[in-house]
T-cell receptor, first 115, second 113 residues
Framework: DTGVSQNPRHKITKRGQNVTFRCDPI?????LYWYRQTLGQGPEFLTY????????KSRLLSDRFSAERPKGSFSTLEIQRTEQGDSAMYLC?????????????FGNGTRLTVT | SQKIEQNSEALNIQEGKTATLTCNYT??????LQWYRQDPGRGPVFLLL?????KEKRKERLKVTFDTTLKQSLFHITASQPADSATYLC????????????FGAGTRLAVHP
């Protein structure tokens, strides 16, 4: 179990640019989640994948945001035409569907700063 | 409206004492309530889960209680240590959910030697 890996750890971009983040979940986990966290707040749910299928998207996820999980392995989160309000920590988590409860395993996030 | 409330002010306690953190919620009917620890610059780490039909759960120095009538959970750390200093998040998993967690804002705990 090597844990959930997120890259890059930090990203500074200018307003209007596009950015893409990558998440590598724990290898046997079939569920993958993206959350966003701003300073002093708890993580807010953005979207969820079961294998390669994106099953739910939060209303927080505007049409500038898109997430993919090709082949049910790693996932990418792209933000187009970034705005200063997009500055936050973007967290990825994974879990294993099965009998009983499976906790979420979070990565250490990608901190985005939009200038 | 639906809310999860945790003490926004930091909790400062002396090493060896018991830390008690509170999580209150309104207009939710959670199937599970979970507690996570988060260190600065890191992702949350799962600590404990308690189900709606359970009153109390323990794990080593940690204890969680869950009162669905009061809509409140208490999280206790006994014999606290400076290494316990972190932000503690409570999270609700709603009935029928697939691990979509709703998080509180967290309470920062500082344990002083």
């Amino acid at each position: 179990d090597t844990g959930v890996s997120q890259n890059p750890r930090h990203k500074i971009t200018k307003r209007g640019q596009n950015v893409t983040f990558r998440c590598d979940p724990i290898s046997e986990h079939n569920r993958l989640y993206w959350y966003r966290q701003t300073l002093g707040q708890g993580p807010e749910f953005l979207t969820y994948f079961q294998n390669e299928a994106q099953l739910e998207k939060s209303r927080l996820l505007s049409d500038r945001f898109s997430a993919e999980r090709p082949k049910g392995s790693f996932s990418t989160l792209e933000i187009q035409r970034t705005e200063q309000g997009d500055s936050a920590m973007y967290l990825c988590a994974s879990s294993l569907e099965g009998q009983g409860f499976s906790p979420l395993h979070f990565g250490n996030g990608t901190r985005l700063t939009v200038t | 409206s639906q809310k999860i409330e945790q003490n926004s002010e930091a909790l400062n306690i002396q090493e060896g004492k018991t830390a008690t953190l509170t999580c209150n919620y309104t207009n939710y009917s959670p199937a599970y309530l979970q507690w996570y620890r988060q260190d600065p610059g890191r992702g949350p780490v799962f600590l404990l889960l308690i189900r709606e039909n359970e009153k109390e759960k323990r794990k080593e120095r940690l204890k969680v209680t869950f009162d669905t009538t009061l809509k409140q959970s208490l999280f206790h750390i006994t014999a606290s240590q400076p290494a316990d200093s972190a932000t503690y998040l409570c999270a609700l998993l709603l009935s029928g959910g697939y691990n979509k967690l709703i998080f509180g804002a967290g309470t920062r705990l500082a344990v002083h030697p």
